[in-house]
T-cell receptor, first 113, second 111 residues
């Protein structure tokens, strides 16, 4: 089975802090994604990566950055957390194939005070 | 720009009844995905539909894809409480080939 893990299930940070969210997948998938999920807005893509050291902006990249130094690990960074970044963050991975099915991690619920 | 619309967004059903969730999308795509999300949990893949006319069934759920109409349906037969969850459809083909998700349909099945 594909396994995508995220470093924390719940996280509470203060405004202005630098926040790291880690995601690891164990299926040698080329593609990795970071989404945020908010009530009434569904899932919105923040950033994604098709390969090590590659990154592409999604629909809402402002206030975020990412890092992919190893194939299995994709990190989301909030340089200076703000209250409007309080959300559920979901990581996903998918293989480079015609199916493009994405497999999701358990999510991190981030609260910024 | 690809847009994905689901309806209804909220659905309250009685056990034993049938219902259909609709997923419309705005531009051509031949790949569509259905996911289930339980409260506080992540998304679980249900179906992958890869061609026009594709139909997949798992238990009381059946999904179909009509690429010409740009429409997918998720049909629920004889609903049971365990099906209560939020269901998302997602279409391949955003501006960079990524998935675009609908807003989700929150299904509540009552005894």
């Amino acid at each position: 089975d594909v396994k995508v893990t995220q470093s924390s299930r719940y996280l509470v940070k203060r405004t202005g802090e630098k926040v790291f969210l880690e995601c690891v997948q164990d299926m040698d998938h080329e593609n990795m994604f970071w989404y945020r999920q908010d009530p009434g807005l569904g899932l919105r893509l923040i950033y994604f990566s098709y390969d090590v050291k590659m990154k592409e902006k999604g629909d809402i990249p402002e206030g975020y950055s990412v890092s992919r130094e190893k194939k299995e690990r994709f990190s989301l960074i909030l340089e200076s957390a703000s209250t409007n970044q309080t959300s559920m963050y979901l990581c996903a991975s998918s293989p480079l194939s015609s199916y493009n099915e994405q497999f999701f991690g358990p999510g991190t619920r981030l609260t910024v005070l | 720009e690809l847009k994905v619309e689901q309806n209804p967004l909220f659905l309250s059903m009685q056990e034993g009844k049938n219902y259909t969730i609709y997923c419309n999308y705005s531009t051509t795509s031949d790949r569509l995905y259905w996911y289930r999300q339980d409260p506080g949990k992540s998304l679980e893949s249900l179906f992958v539909l890869l061609s026009n006319g594709a139909v997949k069934q798992e238990g009381r759920l059946m999904a179909s894809l009509d690429t010409k109409a740009r429409l997918s349906t998720l049909h629920i037969t004889a609903a049971v409480h365990d099906l209560s969850a939020t269901y998302f459809c997602a279409v391949f083909g955003g501006s960079q080939g990524n998935l675009i998700f609908g807003k989700g349909t929150k299904l509540s099945v009552k005894p």
